[in-house]
């Protein structure tokens, strides 16, 4: 499989802080079967659609691995997910 530039950049090594958010409500319960993550969901404003923020340090890919299976598992779509910070 070809790699772009972008990809060549990115690195799976090591503790990371990431926002996932996803469709939906998720209940801020949940927090400690998702590593601890913030969990923080938004008003839907003019019909907009409710999504939640999960915010937090994941110290590997195994981890990161497990915290979006566990989402997909909700049935929880998940619509970002990004490295914020090391």
Excluded: C
């Excluded at 469709?23 to 079967?33: E, M, Q």
């Excluded at 913030?38 to 923020?53: F, G, H, L, R, Y």
């Amino acid at each position: 499989m070809p790699t772009t530039e972008s990809s060549k950049k990115i690195k799976f090594e090591g503790h990371a802080t990431y926002e996932i958010v996803v469709h939906g409500f998720l209940s801020a319960d949940w927090s400690d079967r998702l590593s601890g993550l913030q969990i923080t969901s938004s008003s839907p404003e003019n019909d907009a659609v409710e999504t939640t923020s999960l915010v937090g340090p994941i110290r590997d890919q195994a981890q990161l691995n497990g915290v979006l299976d566990t989402l997909y598992n909700l049935h929880l779509t998940i619509l970002k997910v990004e490295r914020v910070g090391d």
